[in-house]
């Protein structure tokens, strides 16, 4: 299932570019394509050294891929953010410090209301194996589609003010896992689940602020609750301040909040400083 899905993403999206790259692009009125990758590294080497410190290096590759459609009628958008990075420090293994797949989509019909009615589905998981690093051990606590979280909303969506859109709705949460079945087993049974459903509500709300001619700040906010335990919350807060020094080099500060209380009972956050090499494919 995890092959068939990954193909399946590789090819909606490499279908898109070869599409986009035909001379004759008059039937594709309203889509608008948009393929963003990023290079960030980080090294630092050391010779005879009298005040401390280990040899490093580290460096992670970013994706932001687009597909989104706009009519008179309907607003597609499908949205992609890649991220993976590996970190050596000294004569450590080399570890993984960054490890995502976060693809939503979004269908809205346009109606004469101040909401508009959506479909959503939201795929996340891991790209690759990640690991809980204890010392020399590494033990592996993640993989692609182990766990992989999808969700499905429908409700109604405002976006009627430029840069800001948020959504609620009625929610379906999927849970799949194989070998790492502590995310979807369930205590009260003697058997070992692989897959867990929950129903309840999801909320989306994302803002893109424009600070200065060169500074622009993306926030996103994703909540979902269940109807059996309504005071608990999932919690997803994805932050990132890019700066633009020129057409191909970026200053990016990102920070993720976390909560999910299948995966931990304390907030998880991510904090990044990244300078990279930007480069926009279309």
């Known amino acids: 299932m995890k092959d068939k899905l990954l193909l399946a993403v590789a090819i909606f999206f490499l279908t898109n570019i070869l599409l986009f790259g035909q001379k004759d692009t008059a039937k594709f009125t309203g889509w608008i394509p948009k393929a963003i990758a990023g290079l960030n590294i980080s090294q630092l080497s050391l010779s005879n050294w009298t005040q401390g410190g280990e040899n490093s290096l580290t460096w992670t590759i970013t994706g932001n891929l687009g597909y989104n459609y706009q009519s008179d009628d309907w607003n597609l958008s499908n949205n992609l953010k890649l991220a993976y990075g590996r970190t050596k420090l000294g004569g450590q293994e080399i570890r993984t410090n960054d490890n995502e797949f976060y693809l939503e989509s979004v269908l809205s019909k346009k109606i004469d209301w101040i909401l508009n009615p959506f479909?959503?589905?939201?795929?996340?998981?891991?790209?690759?194996?990640?690991?809980?690093y204890n010392g020399n051990q590494s033990i592996e606590i993640s993989n692609f589609f182990d766990p992989g979280y999808v969700v499905q909303s429908a409700g109604f969506e405002y976006n009627k003010l430029a840069g800001f859109k948020t959504r609620l709705g009625l929610g379906l949460q999927e849970v799949f896992t194989n070998h790492n079945r502590q995310y979807t087993d369930d205590p009260t049974t003697?058997?070992?689940?692989?897959?867990?459903?929950?129903?309840?509500?999801?909320?989306?709300?994302?803002?893109?602020?424009?600070?200065?001619?060169?500074?622009?700040?993306?926030?996103?906010?994703?909540?979902?609750?269940?109807?059996?335990?309504?005071?608990?919350?999932?919690v997803r807060w994805d932050n990132s301040i890019v700066a633009k020094v020129n057409s191909w080099l970026n200053v990016n500060i990102g920070f993720l909040l976390i909560y999910q209380k299948d995966q931990s009972l304390t907030t998880q956050m991510k904090q990044t400083l990244q300078l990279g090499v930007v480069y926009t494919l279309f």
């Open 190 to 234: 003697t058997k070992v689940e692989a897959f867990k459903l929950e129903i309840g509500l999801q909320s989306v709300t994302s803002g893109n602020v424009q600070i200065a001619e060169n500074l622009m700040l993306n926030s996103s906010l994703t909540l979902f609750t269940r109807f059996k335990n309504l005071d608990v919350w999932d």
């Open 119 to 132: 479909f959503s589905n939201i795929i996340t998981t891991s790209i690759a194996p990640g690991f809980n």
